[in-house]
């Protein structure tokens, strides 16, 4: 066994030690692929499949406004660390692709970046590797109905679920690159039709500024009142953050208040939830 790798729970752990092998043997008989590469936790633990299979690996990252500065640090570090050729390519079209029902004006994220791939001279011919859960395909196929040709999604269909995909994040020891956050912004919204690229920007900046007051696993959840003239920013911590937190309340309510925030509120509860892929 990988000497990275730490056992969390034996019975649940041999099923999906098995699996985890059946993907790793069906990656290495490719000779080369392209990692749609986000650095969420499920692209993570997809490239490090990848890396055990021995498959010459490529990684596109589709910086977009709805992908956080820290995912994308943590899938430049990966790819430093591993010397894998990575590809970021900026564009300012909002890709939703964590999300069950998304905008009807919303464009196939899936398509986009295979198109993306296409552009890359040397990179058009290889297949598309989607590290989506089972979940995340089954919403994909209900929203667009087929996927590109050329896109593999062997995770999803070897039945990686969100459980899956985290467990095996935790399991390999992933967060060394990054602890895992809460998806794409887009799930910092309650009502996605009051969505903009400025208030994504916001929730981004708030907290990348929670991450150096030592809050790295903070999320901040916008909120708009009276018809949206106001705006709220509601900081969600983990329990293990929640004294620090506590502790410098005045510091988060001022430093979210200088980004125009009007309201800033602190749960001290966080509800259950969970990444689905990317």
């Not at 990966?78 to 998304?102: A, G, H, S, W």
């Not at 500024?209 to 916008?222: K, S, Y």
């Amino acid at each position: 066994m990988d000497t990275n790798i730490v056992l969390l729970n034996q019975g649940y752990d041999q099923t999906f030690q098995a699996r985890e092998q059946r993907l790793i043997d069906i990656l290495s008989t490719y000779d080369e692929l392209v990692v749609s590469f986000s650095g969420r936790l499920e692209s993570c633990y997809a490239m490090d499949l990848c890396r055990a299979s021995g498959t010459r690996i490529r990684a596109l990252t589709l910086d977009n406004p709805l992908l956080s500065r820290r995912e994308l640090a943590r899938a430049h570090r990966y790819c430093q660390r591993y010397n894998i050729e990575q590809r970021v390519l900026k564009t300012d079209e909002m890709l939703f692709c964590d999300i069950e029902q998304p905008p009807k004006v919303a464009k196939d994220p899936v398509r986009f970046i295979d198109e993306a791939k296409a552009k890359q001279v040397d990179w058009d011919h290889l297949p598309l590797l989607i590290p989506a859960s089972l979940e995340e395909m089954q919403a994909y196929l209900g929203r667009f109905h087929q996927p590109p040709p050329r896109t593999l999604w062997l995770f999803a269909r070897e039945g990686m679920c969100h459980r899956d995909f985290r467990y095996g994040f935790h399991k390999r020891e992933l967060e060394r690159w990054g602890k895992a956050s809460g998806g794409y912004l887009n799930r910092r919204f309650q009502n996605i039709s009051q969505m903009d690229r400025s208030h994504v920007q916001m929730i981004d900046m708030a907290e990348q500024i929670l991450a150096d007051m030592g809050l790295d696993d903070a999320e901040v959840h916008f909120h708009s009142l009276n018809d949206d003239s106001v705006t709220l920013a509601r900081v969600r911590l983990p329990s293990h953050q929640r004294a620090r937190g506590f502790d410098r309340q005045l510091d988060i309510y001022r430093a979210l208040k200088g980004m125009a925030f009007d309201y800033v509120t602190l749960d001290m509860a966080l509800p259950n939830c969970h990444d689905i892929a990317g």
